[in-house]
């Protein structure tokens, strides 16, 4: 019998979801809430006739907003097909590692989604560390999953990785 990681979870690395298509097409109104919230004056996000004259030739979404357009609604609630962190959720959590911190996220931006456009993205199981390791709050895996987003020309947008750890809380000596 070998590691966990060999024994269970290396075979979920690399796996891939079937494409997902974002619940709403990119608009003007969520673009509207995005840059309020950023302060963001960029014209090419809020002004029609100023982005129909940039090299978009038309209003864009902020690049930073990629993620939006994965997010499910809170109601009703929408079957999406399985995710392949889901597997490795199920058994770190048998293993006893019930808890999860977000420790990191990076976005690579190639295109800007243009307002009318239904994003569609994957997500892709792309790491999870060999061995637990040692942290403040217990032994924990670091997980890392990747999503890319498409246009329906099949372009690609923008990626972005997230990295979370789950880990085994360390049991707390009782007080003196």
Known sequence: ?????????????????????????????????????????NPAYSDPEWAAQSRHGGIVAPGSMMQVWSMAPLWPEREIPQLPIEPIDEILTEEGFTEVVATGQTQEIHELARDGEAVTFTVRLASVTEEP????????????????????????????????????????????
């Open 133 to 176: 390791k040692k942290t403040r709050l217990g032994l924990a895996y670091f997980v890392t999953f990747e999503y890319r987003f498409t246009n329906p020309a099949g372009t690609l947008l923008g990626t972005q990785s997230f990295t979370y750890m789950r880990y085994r809380p360390e049991a707390e000596e009782p007080a003196a």
């Open 1 to 41: 019998m070998g590691s966990l990681y060999e024994d269970r979870l290396k075979e979920h690395i690399g796996k891939e979801c079937s494409p997902i298509e974002s619940v709403d097409a990119v608009c003007t109104q969520m673009i509207r809430h995005w840059i309020e919230v950023m302060e963001d004056a």
